[in-house]
């Protein structure tokens, strides 16, 4: 009986355990993702070749092209107006970044606009008329001068002394400061900026923001017996739909040292604050 019990436990002892999995079978399987993998492949380019040899292929491409050129050239301004409203416009020299409004410091004879907090350090053109095409060319150079009737003030004369400077503009127009005022919008009442005129440092601190109209010139004309600048660009950004004026007081040198306005007559009136230059679609159609 000993004997039979062992033999039996030798009988159902488990036996060794082997491959599930026969190397061939796998080699089979990848063989067959491989031929699978090529056979896409060859569909994919038969078909493409097709598509190439269609006769309404390169007409698809050339118009797609053509819609992606032309809403680049009319859009291109918005596009690269805001990405400078986030970079420094200007190369602003450290020197100019003035804390005490009071200290003197060697001014040359360029004129020149000063906005730390935007990092703004441009030149100003003052030989210029108040029309758009004047205004345009002339802010090529930098910004310009908008003197026009009863609002004609140079810096350290009572009035108001006006300058237009780009937000934006066509990426492809000429001149370095198309985008100089992106970051006007970020100014604040009790903000700082300087105006260098004939060798003399003004200092001026902001009053007042709004957004008008650009045939709303009458914004910039009215009485007062202080020196005063006002800051002009097209908002939003990208557009020229609207006008940002920023108005400011002289502070320095003492305001009530300032010369007499300037007589009215020696410029004339304009019907519209200046603005960017023509989009695609105006050159094309002279919307």
């Not at 005022?181 to 970020?186: I, K, T, V």
């Not at 939003?236 to 004026?245: C, D, I, S």
Request: aromatic letters at 6%; charged letters at 20%.
């Amino acid at each position: 009986m000993q004997q039979t019990s062992a033999e039996t436990n030798q009988e159902v002892a488990p036996a060794e355990s082997t491959p599930n999995e026969n190397p061939d079978q796998s080699v089979d399987k990848d063989a067959v993702v491989n031929d699978l993998k090529a056979n896409l492949l060859l569909n994919v380019r038969e078909s493409a070749g097709k598509v190439r040899k269609s006769h309404h292929f390169m007409p698809i491409v050339a118009a797609g092209l053509t819609m992606v050129l032309f809403l680049f050239l009319q859009y291109n301004r918005i596009l690269f107006s805001n990405v400078e409203a986030y970079v420094s416009p200007g190369s602003i020299n450290p020197a100019n970044i003035i804390v005490d409004p009071n200290i003197s410091v060697p001014i040359s004879d360029e004129p020149r606009l000063i906005i730390p907090k935007i990092n703004v350090d441009v030149p100003v053109v003052y030989d210029t008329a108040p029309d758009q095409d004047s205004q345009l060319k002339a802010m090529e150079g930098g910004v310009a001068w908008f003197g026009i009737l009863g609002a004609n003030s140079r810096p350290g004369q009572v009035g108001n002394t006006v300058i237009s400077g780009h937000s934006s503009n066509d990426l492809f127009d000429p001149g370095d400061y198309k985008f100089i005022f992106a970051r006007l919008d970020q100014l604040v009442q009790g903000d700082t900026f300087y105006a260098n005129y004939l060798g003399k440092r003004y200092s001026y601190q902001i009053t007042k923001k709004e957004v008008v109209r650009p045939a709303d010139v009458q914004k910039l004309i009215y009485p007062t017996e202080k020196p005063i600048m006002t800051l002009i660009t097209c908002v939003p950004l990208g557009t020229a739909q609207n006008r940002l004026l920023v108005t400011a007081e002289q502070v320095s040198p003492n305001p009530l040292q300032a010369e007499e306005a300037p007589n009215p007559s020696d410029t004339r009136d304009e019907a519209a604050m200046p603005g960017n230059s023509p989009n695609l679609l105006n050159r094309l159609f002279g919307a």
